[in-house]
Nanobody, 124 residues
Framework: VQLQASGGGLVQAGGSLRLSCAAS????????IAWFRQAPGTEREGVSC????????LYSDSVKGRFTISRDNRKNTAYLQMNSLKPADTAVYYC??????????????????WGNGTLVTVSS
C-alpha cells in the first residue's frame, strides 16, 4: 500500500494550493481519507476527512470555509483544495486512510495507512 501526497510548495498569504493523494495497492473507495498537518514543534492535527463515497466531509475549525476536500475514486486519488492560505497554515501535510467513518475528525493514531508528507509554506 502506498499513498503519495504531492502539490505542496511556497505561496504568499491569500494564495491557493491543491494537494493530491494518489493511492496504489488498495481500492481507495473502500476507505475514509483524511488530511493531517504538522508544523514544527506541534502534534499532527487532523484538518479534514471525507467518507468513502464522498458524501460526508468534516473540517477543523481552523480551515473551515477555506479548504475543500474531495476525491475521485476512479482515479484512486483524493484532493485538498486550500484557498485563502495564511502563514499559520504552514506545515507538512499528510494524507492517511482508514476503513471506518466516524462523525468527528480522526486522530493520527486512528489511521491505518499514511502517505509521505508534502510541505506547504505560506509567506506573509
Amino acid at each position: 500500500v502506498q499513498l503519495q501526497a504531492s502539490g505542496g510548495g511556497l505561496v504568499q498569504a491569500g494564495g491557493s494550493l491543491r494537494l493530491s493523494c494518489a493511492a496504489s495497492g488498495l481500492a481507495l473507495d473502500d476507505y475514509v481519507i483524511a488530511w493531517f498537518r504538522q508544523a514544527p514543534g506541534t502534534e499532527r492535527e487532523g484538518v479534514s476527512c471525507i467518507s468513502d463515497n464522498g458524501f460526508r466531509k468534516l473540517y477543523s475549525d481552523s480551515v473551515k470555509g477555506r479548504f475543500t476536500i474531495s476525491r475521485d475514486n476512479r482515479k484512486n486519488t483524493a484532493y485538498l483544495q486550500m484557498n485563502s492560505l495564511k502563514p499559520a497554515d504552514t506545515a507538512v501535510y499528510y494524507c492517511a486512510t482508514r476503513r471506518i467513518w466516524w462523525p468527528s475528525l480522526p486522530s493520527a493514531r486512528d489511521m491505518d495507512y499514511w502517505g509521505n508528507g508534502t510541505l506547504v509554506t505560506v509567506s506573509s
